[in-house]
Structure formats: C-alpha cells, structure tokens
C-alpha cells in the first residue's frame, strides 16, 4: 500500500508590522522635537533664574529691611532717580504708615523681563497674615549694584 503524498503546509506568514516604516519615522522625529523642547526651556528657565537673581535678590533685600522697620536700609536700594523722587523722610512716614505691606512671607515673580541695565519683577507678594498682594518692582543697574527704580505693592 502506498501512502498518500502531501505537500507540507506554507510556513505562517509574518505578522503585519503595527505602523508603516514613515509612521514610525515620524513618531521618532515628533519625539526627538518634544525632548529638544523640552531640553530648550528648561535652559531657558535656568538662564531666567540666574539673569534675574541680582534683582531679586535686591527685593528680598529691600523687602527685609522695611518689614522689620529698618527704613534707612530699605531706602539705600533706592537708585538715585527714585530718591530725588521720595526723601529718606516721605519714604519713611508712607512705609510706617503701611508696614503691613513689607511684612511679606512669600514672593512670587511670574513676569520677568532683564537686560544687562535694567530689570523688571512683577506678580505677588504673600504676606505675614496670609494676604496676596499684586506687587512690581523696576530696577537699574547703578554703581555695578542692582537699585530700585520704582515699586508698587497693592494696588490691583
């Protein structure tokens, strides 16, 4: 007796690939774009910080010395434009008057604009008993120090 002959089965054929070659190219490339991206601000970020330090850090500074009544301190990071404009005196009687404003806790700078000569600061303050006031501070660069040109804190 013979025995039948059969071709043996076609090997199974290859899975489909999930995405054609020019999707996964462009997935790639799409997330290379959003690593760069990201990459990109937070160098931008960390240069935002560093280039505003010296202005900030002037705030604090003047911030600290009227909040605990040290009027005179406060007013030496006055630039010499803005004391023409307010007396040691004025300055004196009007932070006196409102030193609730310089008892601040927190400061919150969203906008912030510097160049080599200027610098500009502006958001909220969050003082002592937990009030948030709009605050914005303009300063310029004098003497190599960083001096306030004008300050508001409040109004808004």
Not at 112 to 140: C, P, Y
Request: glycine residues 8%.
């Amino acid at each position: 007796m013979t025995q039948p002959s059969y071709a043996p089965p076609p090997p199974p054929a290859p899975p489909p690939s999930a995405l054609p070659a020019w999707a996964r190219w462009l997935g790639l490339g799409c997330g290379a774009l959003l690593l760069l991206g990201a990459v990109a601000g937070s160098v931008f970020f960390v240069f935002m910080k560093k280039a505003t330090a010296g202005p900030e850090k002037t705030v604090q500074e003047f911030l600290a010395a009227a909040g605990r009544g040290d009027f005179p301190a406060a007013y030496e990071h006055f630039s010499s434009d803005l004391k023409t404009v307010q007396s040691l005196e004025k300055f004196t009687a009007e932070a006196a008057a409102h030193q609730r404003f310089f008892q601040v806790q927190e400061t919150t700078f969203n906008n912030r604009s510097v160049d080599l000569q200027r610098a500009e600061l502006s958001g909220s303050v969050t003082l002592t008993d937990g009030t948030e006031k709009s605050a914005s501070f303009k300063l310029m660069k004098e003497n190599g120090e960083w001096k306030l040109t004008s300050y508001e804190i409040g109004s808004g």
